[in-house]
Each structure stands twice: as C-alpha cells, then as structure tokens.
C-alpha cells in the first residue's frame, strides 16, 4: 500500500471511530475527512496555518498554530481587528502548556466572509461564530482567550456553554461596557433604522463595495488604523493587523472590514441585569490582565467582580503595564501570567 493510500486509511479509519457524521452528504464526509486531515498535519509551527471554516456565505478564516493533540484554546480578537492581534503572544504560551491554538477573523474581518447584503450584525453575532468554529473543530472541552471585545464575549460563551469551557484569559477587559443603560442609541430605534436603509441604498447602487472604498498607500493605511483606533495602538502593531485587515485593490490598498460595524446596533441590547444573569451561569477559570491605561480605568466594574468571585471555580486578576493592546506590545508579560494560570486551570481538569 502506497504512502497516500496508507494515509488516507488511517485518516478515515480515525474519523469513524471519533465522529459521528449525522448524513451520508458529500460534503458532511469530506468536512469529517479534512478535521481528521489535521489530526496528521504538522501545525506546530508559531507561524501558523490557515484554515477556513465553511459557513453558509462563504467562510471563517483562522489561524491553527501548535500541537493538534494539545489543549485546544480559541482565541477572539477586539472590535474590528483580526486574529493577527495574537501573532506576538502565540508564540510565548504554546509550548508551555501544549496548546492548540486556533484564533479566529471574525465574520466581516480579517480575511472572513461577510455576511450577504442587507443581513444586519447583530450584537451576538460573534457568539455564534465561535460556536460555528468549535463544532467544526470537534472540541468538547477547550479554552477561550480574548481582546477587548473578544474577552467580553469569550465570558459570554463560557456562560452559555459552562460545561464546555474550561478557562478563559480575557485581556483588557472584565464585564459587558456597552448595556442598554449607557448606550447613546437606546431610545433612538427610528434613527437606528434610518441609518441601516441608508446603508443598503448604497449598496443597490454599487452592488461592488470595494469600488467606492477609499484606496491607500501603504503609509496612508497605517496612518489611518493609528488614526481611527484611539487605545494607544503602535505603528508596529498597525502593520501587523494590516497583513489581515487590508488587500490590494488597483493601485493601493483598501480595507477588508465589513462598513457594516461602522453602524449602530440595531435592535434592543440587553440591560445590567439581563447581563448579571447570563454571567451567573458561568463556571470556568477566569484570568482577567488589565491594562494600567487600558479601557477599564473610568468604569465601575465592581458587579462583575463579584460574580466572577462567587461563580468562578478559579479567578484571578492582575494589572499589566501599558495600553489597550498590551498583548501585542507586552506580550512576553502577558505571557508570564497565562502560562501559570493555564497550567493550574489544565492541573485541576475539565469543569464538571
């Protein structure tokens, strides 16, 4: 039997024995093949390997970098960044525990899909983009890491799925910061509305969004994300998101996020104490590092503390020098904290 063919066999003769594949589809045998593909694949390198996750508009793009026996962590990137955002920390955290890191684009960021024209974000997309990820993945328990907004809703998903996640890293954040309380939109329903059609009207006038897109130099770009992200972000740190969030486009570059971010969100956003039941629900290990400048410093954060107190199995917390970024411009910091916390979380087992 020749190598292919060896291989091929031991490939679906382990996705028998360790999936179920729910239709005989094509396509549900060829998803099964190719997660069984990359139990065999050399993705240990810190430089990563992309994968793409089918979704009904096209796909999740990711990054897999480590040990695919490892520990499996997803790793969630802040508001309209991309999973580039993780380039200088990866490196510094999955050796020390075997990790197996998959971090994420968000749907309409970095190099994902966006979703079909006239289809709203809505305020817990992300969640299901993550959930998408995880059952293509076929992980049972794993370990969520997250930015910014990526940490507000890695804590969300741990509190709607408590019994698959072991322990979340959230980093520059510790509870929801927008509620239906200070959001400057509540109230403002027919204005929300207003603002959506108008988006679409541009749309039917140029179904080619990228025509109308500003086009930049390579300077001009950097210039711009430096200009229109006000948490401290380094010009290194821009050209690193730039190889995600930015594609050639004629003569220069134009940004690949979806403009639909840009607009305020439509629909009701829940309320302090609609978001103090969701996290009661929560159950993993919970590591937040705040940032000394970061986006934290003028809220009242008190509430959320104190559940995570009561309803953790573990919570730690500690304060990191820097700015909002500190996981890119900081990481080998940010990293003397994560290792310890995972190799306790990984010591004390699944959360049962």
Request: glycine share 6%.
């Amino acid at each position: 039997m020749s190598t292919l063919k060896l291989f091929t066999f031991a490939a679906r003769k382990t996705c028998h024995k360790n999936l179920i594949i729910k239709n005989s589809s094509p396509f549900s045998a060829n998803c099964a093949f190719n997660i069984c593909r990359r139990q065999f694949s050399n993705c240990g390198s810190e430089e990563g390997k992309e994968i793409r996750v089918p979704t009904p508009y096209g796909h999740i793009a990711c990054k897999e970098y480590g040990n695919p026996n490892g520990h499996p962590v997803l790793a969630i990137h802040g508001w309209m960044d991309n999973c580039g955002s993780f380039e200088p920390l990866i490196p510094l955290i999955i050796k020390e525990n075997n990790l197996h890191i998959v971090a994420i684009d968000e749907t309409g960021c970095g190099l994902s899909s966006h979703l079909p024209p006239g289809v709203e974000i809505q305020y817990s997309s992300l969640l299901k983009d993550m959930r998408r990820v995880t059952k293509y993945l076929n992980w049972e328990k794993f370990s969520l890491i997250g930015h910014s907004r990526g940490g507000v809703f890695s804590i969300f998903f741990a509190s709607i799925f408590p019994q698959l996640v072991q322990s979340v890293t959230a980093i520059d954040v510790i509870g929801p910061f927008i509620t239906r309380e200070n959001y400057p939109y509540t109230d403002r329903e027919e204005e929300v509305l207003e603002k959506h059609l108008k988006f679409d009207e541009l749309y039917l006038k140029n179904r080619n969004l990228d025509e109308t897109a500003p086009i930049y130099t390579e300077t001009e770009a950097i210039k711009r994300i430096l200009t229109a992200t006000p948490f401290g972000l380094s010009e290194k740190d821009a050209r690193i998101l730039m190889k995600r969030g930015t594609k050639p486009y004629k003569n220069g570059l134009i940004f690949t996020r979806d403009l639909r971010f840009k607009l305020p969100v439509f629909g009701f956003l829940p309320s302090i104490n609609d978001f103090q039941h969701l996290l009661s629900r929560i159950k993993c290990d919970l590591l937040l590092l705040i940032a000394t400048e970061g986006i934290n410093s003028h809220l009242d954060n008190s509430k959320w503390i104190e559940i995570y107190r009561s309803k953790c199995r573990t919570f730690e917390q500690a304060t990191v020098e820097g700015k909002h970024y500190i996981h890119m411009d900081n990481a080998e910091i940010v990293a003397s904290f994560i290792n310890p916390f995972l190799k306790n979380s990984l010591r004390k087992g699944p959360i049962i």
